[in-house]
């Protein structure tokens, strides 16, 4: 059997592929994203949750990001169902001064977000949106997984669960959001 035919019989049985070759720029120092200036979206920088963490065994990344209520909402739910609070987890969003997720703001932002996850050493990541698994460059990736990562040179358990910003529209989904956040335990 050649390669090819056996890459397609491992994907019928569930295997996903991605793509472990992100580069990382260390021009992008985390800690100069409050100064940030590579676009105008620092004008109209909005007050944004800022973290409290830089080490963390769990790294959130948001497609929004979090104000002060959110972040209120989140650490409960994260309390009352992980005995986690936002003070255990560095948590970010990937357009760093705007929720405008548009394709050239998150480039602008990608090398930071990337460095914050080296920096973090987080063994797990959570994803909090659809559109992010192609930040990762995942495929095949659904709501609810948990997929093993490998990024520059360690292992990381990535779930993808729903957008907050969808849970606090749709209340409906809460459990399932809850009950994915719970699979990172296992």
């Not at 491992?10 to 985390?30: A, M, R």
């Not at 409290?52 to 739910?77: C, H, P, Q, R, T």
């Not at 990736?141 to 520059?152: E, K, Q, V």
């Amino acid at each position: 059997m050649d390669k090819n035919t056996y890459l397609h019989y491992l994907k019928l049985f569930g295997f996903s592929f991605y793509n472990d070759k992100l580069s990382v720029n260390k021009n992008y120092n985390i800690k100069d994203i409050k100064n940030c200036k590579l676009c105008n979206l620092y004008e109209s920088k909005n007050n944004f949750y800022t973290n409290k963490v830089i080490k963390s065994n769990i790294f959130i990344l948001s497609d929004i990001g979090f104000n002060d209520n959110d972040a209120e909402y989140f650490n409960s739910i994260l309390s009352n169902n992980l005995n986690l609070n936002l003070n255990n987890v560095y948590i970010t969003n990937i357009v760093k001064c705007s929720n405008q997720y548009k394709q050239e703001n998150i480039l602008k932002c990608y090398q930071y977000f990337l460095n914050e996850l080296l920096e973090s050493e987080a063994n797990i990541i959570i994803l909090l949106g659809e559109n992010l698994i192609n930040i990762l460059q995942l495929s095949n990736f659904n709501i609810g997984d948990i997929i093993f990562y490998d990024f520059y040179g360690k292992k990381r358990k990535v779930l993808l669960n729903y957008s907050f910003s969808f849970i606090k529209k749709n209340p409906s989904y809460e459990n399932d959001f809850i009950n994915n956040l719970k699979k990172i335990k296992e």
